[in-house]
């Protein structure tokens, strides 16, 4: 298995792929229970990062289980999805955007394999911090599809579960964040520092709080991201064809 499927909120059905697989992987931090199935004669690890019924809020996911899980099973590549507010009038509801770089607002969460002792230590270069090679494969994908998408964004990761309010916003704005989400860190980091390629595809689902007329509701969140799943998958799809 070389290639995985993280899928943030609003892409949890693993049908779009065949002969559908459960798996369970142990690893030092847990079992992660996930499902696999193949794809243009590949086979494709499936992770609803939230758990297939949006049951794991962001602060709370095992994201070093999910990555080790995946480095065990021989993942070399993976595209992961996350739904962000946007903090850019030029990044509207609906677009995809494929970022680049990442912003990082966390606060409680362990954001790497090296913890000392028989691990050792360890200082990830982040200067790339998204695979070039997948990045690629996936623009040519959304030309191949007609998707237009953005191919460059500043993605500031909070540590949620709420959203932010309007001073924290202007402050990512200020400080170069294009948009905002609560989980692509340290997902990414987890991926690099094992040593697998990793890309993301943002979906804007809304206007960043204070930029957006109305509060903010997950229900909101969903709904954009409903109606942007088959363009999602198709990108997904297209590039794991490619
Ligand atoms: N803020 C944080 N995370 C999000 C948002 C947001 O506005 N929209 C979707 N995920």
Known sequence: MKIAIIGGTGVYDPKILNNIKDLEIATPYGVVRFKSGEYAGQEVAFIPRHGSNHSIPPHLINYRANIWAMKKVGVQNIIATTAVGSLNLD????????????????????TSFYE????????????TPYCPSIRNVLMDAAKQIGISIHTQGTYVCTEGPRFETPAEIKMFAKLGGDLVGMTNVPEVILAREAEMCYATISMVTNFAAGISPQ??????????????????????????ER
Request: hydrophobic share 40%.
């Open 116 to 127: 000392g002792g028989e691990r050792g230590v360890a200082h990830l270069d982040v200067t």
């Open 215 to 240: 509060p903010l509701t997950h229900h909101e969140v969903l709904e954009t991201m409903q109606a942007n799943t088959e363009n999602i998958k198709k990108l997904i799809l297209t590039a794991i």
């Open 91 to 110: 990044m509207k509801p609906g677009d995809f955007v494929l970022i680049d770089q990442f912003l990082d607002f966390i606060k409680n969460r362990t």
